[in-house]
Nanobody, 124 residues
Framework: QVQLQESGPGLLKPSQTLSLTCTVS??????????WNWIRQVPGEALEWVGS???????IYSPSLQSRITISRDTSKNQFTLQLTSVTPEDSARYYC????????????????WGQGTQVTVSS
């Protein structure tokens, strides 16, 4: 069973850098043909795909966020991370990591694996 667990600070001030880590168990982030994603959602709104790192290490970012995003991985720890710079209150959302077969991620499919998500609030 593949399991993903997000971790990181829940509260940031505007202009700070958000750093989240997804720890994966039950699968290696370097095996198979999968995208390891970051997705966020504000209550009552649609999922917003943030970006992904493929099993090869290639990264793909949302065009609307790519100037502020870096996704990287630590294969020795089977983790991948999201860094989002210059956060604003509009970046407040629940952030999820997920394994999928395709991108962008716009909904949940039964063959995908998702973490439970972590709430991030940006406030002064």
């Amino acid at each position: 069973q593949v399991q993903l667990q997000e971790s990181g600070p829940g509260l940031l001030k505007p202009s700070q850098t958000l750093s989240l880590t997804c720890t994966v168990s039950g699968d290696a982030i370097t095996s198979g043909l999968y995208y390891w994603n970051w997705i966020r959602q504000v209550p009552g709104e649609a999922l917003e795909w943030v970006g992904s790192i493929f099993t090869s290490g290639r990264t793909i970012y949302s065009p609307s966020l790519q100037s502020r995003i870096t996704i990287s991985r630590d294969t020795s720890k089977n983790q991948f991370t999201l860094q989002l710079t210059s956060v604003t209150p509009e970046d407040s959302a629940r952030y999820y990591c997920a394994r999928t077969r395709a991108v962008p991620v716009i909904n949940r499919n039964s063959n995908d694996y998702w973490g439970q998500g972590t709430q991030v609030t940006v406030s002064s």
